[in-house]
């Protein structure tokens, strides 16, 4: 069973659907945990599918008191999420949440405080998603989904595992992010950001050594809180690599970028689950971005078990 340390040792990974696009709009996200089934991810993992979790969101409505579109629907999946992901845990396993837009973070890692207490985040995302209802240009929680967990915007969520936060800012580091110097939005989204947050550009990972960089970070993430999640949203790719996402941007990770920063994080100890977001099988006709994703994250998990 897993215990009260980030190094105790788990029978394997349990994959959760998490069908969840905040946009009510059926833009695509929620299609990406079938279209990765069908790719050949519990088999990669040799994991057990626990199905999906009930987290339809269908209001496109700007809730007029919170900000966030659909927000009952949003906290209702959010809920749903969080009790799938915490039944994985109370079996001694690793839930492996695949989404799915960005908010399904929120229900996966309040599973995580409450059974478990601290937990850092490695957050590896093409943008901060760091706005809230009253700031977002756009109303979606995909966009307010790091500011949720780290104690920023309406009680539902924030207070979604019954301990506030749900990772304290000082235990999480960004990475990966693209924060245009000529786009006014996505500057003030990255200055909304806690600034007890650690922050690393994508171009700065590209420049740098990313194994190192992951090295650092379970490394750091474990002393401080015991265990950690990863966060993976497939936008940190840059467009040219990987344009089956919501909103694609140039200057982000190539695969082998990618996959040797997210090595030593996979490979910790200190690791308890992962989510994959953001994938739009609807951008992938004929199946290719898909298949190398489960190559990625299985190629990934499997090295840990194996490990471990």
């Known amino acids: 069973m897993v215990g009260g340390t980030g190094g105790d040792a788990t029978t394997g990974w349990i994959l959760v659907g998490a069908p969840l696009d905040c946009s009510g709009t059926n833009r695509g996200e929620a299609r ?23 987290a339809t969101i269908q209001d496109p409505s700007r809730d007029a ?13 959010s809920s749903e ?42 957050f590896v995302d093409g943008h901060v998603d760091y706005f809230e209802g009253d700031t977002s240009p756009s109303g979606e929680a995909a966009d307010m989904d790091l500011a949720f967990v780290t104690g920023y915007g309406p009680s539902e969520l924030v207070n979604l595992s019954g301990r506030l936060p749900i990772a304290h800012p000082g235990d999480v580091v960004v990475m990966g992010h693209r924060a245009d110097p000529d786009d006014e939005e996505s500057r ?13 550009e994508a171009r700065a990972i590209r420049r ?20 950690f999640w990863v966060h993976f949203d497939v936008d940190v790719f840059d467009e040219e690599e990987m344009p089956a996402v919501t909103y694609p941007q140039p200057d982000g990770l190539d695969w082998d970028q990618l996959g040797a920063l997210l ?19 609807d951008k992938d006709s004929d199946g290719h971005h898909a298949r190398r994703l489960v190559d990625l994250v299985g190629g990934l998990l499997v090295q840990r078990t194996e490990n471990t």
Do not use: H, M, W
């Not at 690793?94 to 059974?115: E, F, H, N, R, Y």
């Not at 003030?188 to 690393?200: F, H, S």
């Not at 490394?219 to 265990?227: I, N, Y």
């Open 65 to 77: 008191n919170t900000g966030v579109i659909g927000f009952e629907q949003v906290a209702k999946a």
């Open 208 to 227: 740098g050594d990313p194994e190192r960089l992951g090295r650092y970070v379970a490394e750091r993430l474990k002393a401080q809180a015991g265990r």
């Open 188 to 200: 003030r989204e990255v200055e909304l950001v806690d600034e007890r947050i650690q922050l690393v």
């Open 32 to 54: 990406a945990p079938q279209a990765l089934r069908e790719a050949g991810l519990a088999e990669k993992l040799g994991a057990e599918d626990a199905g999906d979790a009930d």
């Open 263 to 281: 090595r030593p994080l996979a490979s910790s100890p200190a690791l308890v689950g992962l989510s994959v977001a953001d994938f739009v099988p």
């Open 81 to 122: 999420i969080r009790s799938a992901v915490a039944a994985v845990l109370d079996g001694g396993e690793k839930p492996l949440v695949v989404g799915g837009d960005c908010t399904i973070l929120v229900g996966a890692l309040a599973a995580v405080k409450q059974k478990l207490g601290r937990v850092g985040l490695a």
